[in-house]
């Protein structure tokens, strides 16, 4: 599928805007000045070397880490750092991580309802309609009543994707989705990011997935030292990296 094919993107009324955006851990100034803007429709990979902070930038967009400076605007509003508007934005923002982190002692559809009854307040049926209608997108309509102990690898993941889509979000971020699945299942993860992305999903992705990155981004985020070293398209991008940093992190890994 080709990106020409997808929904177009425009700069126009962005999704998410972070501008200014400073974080430290004590003394350790993980982001730095990150000014980042997601269209509507746009896919981002986010790729750099071990510890430039991929993973705490991703999740200060859902304020999973509060910050020290700058502002993170989703849809417009500015996320708030706390209280009843924070839970309705992060809801907006699915995210997926390396770990599954899915409820050991639910089932799959229970996994997918659960946040669906309390946050969304659907009732039990929409809910359940809901979530099979997800379970078929990701492949997995017939493993609704397991156990996720009983599911693979790349099954769990794909599940753990449906369940945040079950909350109709506006942007899904995506960490190392697939760094923790034996080989032969990262396709079939990969396969279901890629559907997402031709049907217009707005979604942050980190990973080392250089195909999935020249495949089906928009546009490449490349960070080191947690500042923004890079960010255009992936053509550009890998045929022809600006920073010396860049250079290098690819030499070692293409
Ligand atoms: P990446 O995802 O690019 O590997 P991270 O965002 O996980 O990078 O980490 C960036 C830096 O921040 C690293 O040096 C890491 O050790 C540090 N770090 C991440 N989380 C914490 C934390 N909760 N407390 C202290 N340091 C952290
Ligand atoms: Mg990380």
Redesign the pocket.
């Known amino acids: 599928m080709s990106k020409a094919s997808r929904i177009p993107v425009t700069s126009e009324d962005p999704l998410v805007v972070l501008s200014g955006v400073n974080k430290h851990?004590?003394s350790?100034h993980?982001l730095r000045d990150i000014d980042l803007t997601v269209a509507r429709n746009e896919v981002v990979v986010l790729i750099?070397?071990?510890?430039?902070?991929?993973?705490?930038?991703c999740r200060t967009i859902n304020r999973l880490e509060p910050i020290d400076s700058g502002t993170i605007t989703i849809d417009g509003r500015p996320l708030p750092a706390e209280g009843r508007g924070l839970a309705r934005l992060r809801s907006e923002v699915g995210m997926v991580f390396q770990s599954f982190n899915l409820f050991a002692h639910k089932t799959v559809l229970e996994n997918l309802t659960l946040a669906q009854l309390k946050v969304r307040k659907r009732s039990k049926a929409e809910a359940e309609k809901k979530a099979r209608e997800l379970l078929a997108r990701v492949g997995l309509a017939d493993q609704a009543p397991k156990y996720p102990a009983q599911l693979s690898g790349g099954q769990q993941q794909r599940v753990a994707i449906a369940r945040s889509l079950a909350m109709d979000p506006k942007v899904m971020l995506f960490?190392e989705p697939t760094s923790a699945l034996d080989p032969e299942m990262i396709n079939e993860v990969l396969e279901v990011m890629r559907s997402l992305a031709v049907e217009g999903m707005t979604m942050v992705v980190?990973t080392h997935e250089m195909g999935f990155a020249r495949s089906a981004a928009n546009r490449v985020v490349f960070?080191a030292d947690?500042r923004i070293m890079e960010s255009r398209t992936p053509e550009e991008f890998f045929d022809n990296p600006e920073t010396d940093r860049a250079k290098d992190f690819l030499s070692k890994i293409l």
């Open positions: 851990f004590g350790l993980v750099g070397p071990s510890g430039s902070g991929k993973s705490t930038l960490d980190v960070m947690g």
